[in-house]
């Protein structure tokens, strides 16, 4: 039996896994977690990303990344320069100037990359420390204004593993910068509550090194929420309007 061409249309969008049949259609996951939290850990095993993976696509979610951290990481490798040696670079006027200009192209490459996300309303997971309330506030009203559906993931520790985990890193801080980021991030735990909502909102304690359990439990809970029907309203006119049948009808004859 022979298919018709919007049935075609529509097998070959599902077959990409893009576009308005995507499972992670106008879905946002915001990764908050402060350095030595294991943050990057959680993500790549709770949304399937490689590690030191920078903008791309978790085959096991759909979902994109969009990291600014790991651009830069990327960034200064490429140029030749140690990730671990990032104070020692600071001494020198000019070289720390050529790795702020690394730093500034791989934002900008990041920024790039997530508004074309945008533009096709495509799920991502913006990851982030949580240090900055305000920039996650008007991040997430930007994506509610498109349609999202969105969601947070707060990675947290205690400062003690916090300490650890960092000083184990190549990239890592000093102790008091540790502890005034962990401060901030966990000063904002109340008020990413009440701005996602509690039933939007996941809490991830990755203080032990034994969790599989838990995060297989919670890998579940994002997966619900992944493949649930879009309940933004905006976003639901986003799907009416952007389906085969509206886009054929408004085509020029």
């Known amino acids: 039996m022979q298919l018709n061409n919007m049935k075609r249309f529509k097998l070959f969008e599902e077959f990409l896994g893009e576009g308005i049949y995507d499972?992670?259609?106008?879905?946002?996951?915001?990764?908050?977690?402060?350095?030595?939290?294991?943050?990057?850990?959680?993500?790549?095993?709770?949304?399937?990303?490689?590690?030191?993976?920078?903008?791309?696509?978790?085959?096991?979610?759909?979902?994109?990344?969009?990291?600014?951290?790991?651009?830069?990481?990327?960034?200064?490798?490429?140029?030749?320069?140690?990730?671990?040696?990032?104070?020692?670079?600071?001494?020198?006027?000019?070289?720390?100037?050529?790795?702020?200009?690394?730093?500034?192209?791989?934002?900008?490459?990041?920024?790039?990359?997530?508004?074309?996300?945008?533009?096709?309303?495509?799920?991502?997971?913006?990851?982030?420390?949580?240090?900055?309330?305000?920039?996650?506030?008007?991040?997430?009203?930007?994506?509610?204004?498109?349609?999202?559906?969105?969601?947070?993931?707060?990675?947290?520790?205690?400062?003690?593993?916090a300490l650890e985990r960092n000083r184990n890193r190549a990239r890592k801080l000093d102790d008091s910068m540790v502890q005034k980021m962990w401060e901030e991030v966990q000063k904002n735990l109340g008020k990413f509550q009440k701005l996602f909502g509690t039933d939007k909102m996941i809490i991830v304690d990755n203080s032990s090194y034994d969790n599989a359990d838990l995060l297989d439990q919670i890998e579940k809970e994002i997966a619900r929420r992944i493949n649930a029907p879009v309940s933004n309203p905006l976003g639901k006119r986003w799907l009416s309007d952007n389906s085969p049948a509206n886009k054929n009808r408004n085509r020029p004859a």
């Open 23 to 161: 499972p992670g259609i106008l879905k946002a996951f915001f990764m908050a977690g402060g350095p030595g939290s294991g943050k990057s850990f959680v993500a790549t095993e709770l949304f399937g990303y490689p590690k030191g993976a920078t903008s791309s696509v978790s085959y096991a979610t759909g979902l994109k990344l969009v990291n600014n951290d790991n651009a830069f990481e990327k960034a200064l490798a490429d140029a030749g320069y140690d990730v671990g040696k990032l104070s020692d670079y600071a001494k020198d006027e000019e070289t720390w100037s050529e790795v702020m200009a690394l730093r500034d192209k791989a934002k900008g490459l990041t920024k790039r990359m997530q508004d074309n996300y945008i533009s096709g309303r495509l799920g991502q997971v913006i990851d982030g420390t949580g240090k900055d309330f305000g920039k996650i506030q008007g991040m997430r009203n930007l994506y509610m204004d498109l349609g999202y559906d969105t969601y947070m993931v707060f990675v947290n520790t205690t400062l003690e593993v």
